[in-house]
């Protein structure tokens, strides 16, 4: 099994010129291309809130890394959904990345390809996380975790070897800098091996469905390799 490898950046290090740094690994959101036509997305360096996020509208936070930059990596992401409605279908698409800076749905439509991490609801009390794959525009989920108290803030480290992903579900941030398998879950699975361009801080899965609001934030997104 793919294992989740501590973050390298925890500690300073020494660059060749001799000066002790520590580089700022975190992601800056407001450098991102933001499409928000319904005006739910709130957007700070490192912090994104979501209010009432909807199935019905397009809305993610891109940046393009390079055509083929993304291919094995590990990431890392916070993620709390805040409130949701009593839909089946609602979900936060917390982490993603593709070949096209587009909604999700449009992409494999399109028979593209990406891999997504989504807070979905299971009742009205609780979330699950998923892992989902899209292989030439064919979706594959590949796991699911345990239910998730609303309100409970997750602490994600996610790496990809070739097709093998693993996802590290940890309850604190200190667990997850030391390493190993999630305190919450750890959802593994095979999924689609392409080398992608664009990492979403926030996706959209339009499928037309109104009324699945789902509220939550997402913060502190660093790509590590």
Not at 199 to 217: E, F, R, W
Request: charged content about 20%; some cysteine; hydrophobic content about 40%.
């Amino acid at each position: 099994m793919l294992s989740y490898n501590r973050n390298p950046y925890g500690a300073p290090y020494r660059n060749p010129y001799g000066a002790i740094s520590i580089p700022d690994a975190y992601e800056d959101f407001t450098k991102y291309v933001e499409t928000d036509p319904a005006g739910v997305l709130s957007v700070s360096k490192r912090k994104i809130i979501a209010t009432g996020f909807d199935r019905d509208v397009d809305g993610y936070l891109t940046d393009d890394k390079g055509a083929g930059a993304i291919t094995d990596f590990v990431h890392e992401v916070d993620v709390n959904v805040t409130s949701l409605t009593d839909e089946n279908s609602s979900a936060l698409f917390f982490w993603a990345v593709a070949n096209a800076s587009d909604d999700l749905k449009d992409i494999g439509d399109l028979g593209g390809d990406f891999l997504e991490l989504a807070a979905l609801r299971t009742n009205a009390t609780n979330y699950k996380l998923r892992l989902r794959s899209c292989d030439g525009g064919t979706l594959s989920i590949p796991d699911e975790s345990v239910a998730i108290s609303v309100g409970t803030k997750v602490f994600i480290g996610t790496s990809r070897s070739g097709t093998a992903m693993t996802v590290e579900i940890y309850s604190t941030a200190a667990l997850r800098e030391i390493g190993g398998a999630g305190d919450i879950d750890t959802l593994i699975g095979t999924v689609v091996g392409t080398a992608f361009r664009y990492v979403y801080a926030i996706a959209s899965y339009n499928a037309g469905s109104a009324a699945k609001d789902i509220s939550g934030t997402i913060e502190n997104l660093r790509i590590v390799q």
